[in-house]
């Protein structure tokens, strides 16, 4: 049974960064896209980067375009999250998902204060 684990969430004050990491168990995950996505509290949940299984294409929403760089490393059957000059609006439960099989992770709580 394929799992996916967040890990990496942390309190932050604006203008910090953090790095969030999602290791996968039970299947290869080079053979996949990744992404991440993101819930705040009362909001549904958003889109926020993806990567192709090669890692050669990303693409991010444009509230994080700039500010956050997702990657993987195939070796480690692990994704990344990046993020940079964060902002109180970052705010959020960060999910990783397997995205053609649509398996996701329990999240990681990613709190920043102005």
């Known amino acids: 049974q394929v799992q996916l684990a967040e890990s990496g969430g942390g309190k932050v004050q604006a203008g910090g960064s953090l790095r969030l990491s999602c290791g996968a168990s039970?299947?290869?995950?080079?053979?996949?896209?990744m992404g991440w996505y993101r819930q705040a509290p009362g909001k549904e949940r958003e889109f926020v980067a993806s990567?192709?299984?090669?890692?050669?294409?990303?693409y991010y929403s444009d509230s994080v375009k700039g500010r956050f760089t997702i990657s993987r490393d195939n070796g480690k059957n692990t994704v990344y999250l990046q993020m940079d000059s964060l902002k109180p609006e970052d705010t959020a439960i960060y999910f990783c998902?397997?995205?053609?099989?649509?398996?996701w992770g329990r999240g990681t709580q990613v709190t920043v204060s102005s």
């Open positions: 998902k397997n995205m053609p099989r649509n398996i």
């Open positions: 039970g299947a290869n995950m080079s053979f996949y896209a």
């Open positions: 990567i192709s299984n090669s890692g050669y294409s990303t």
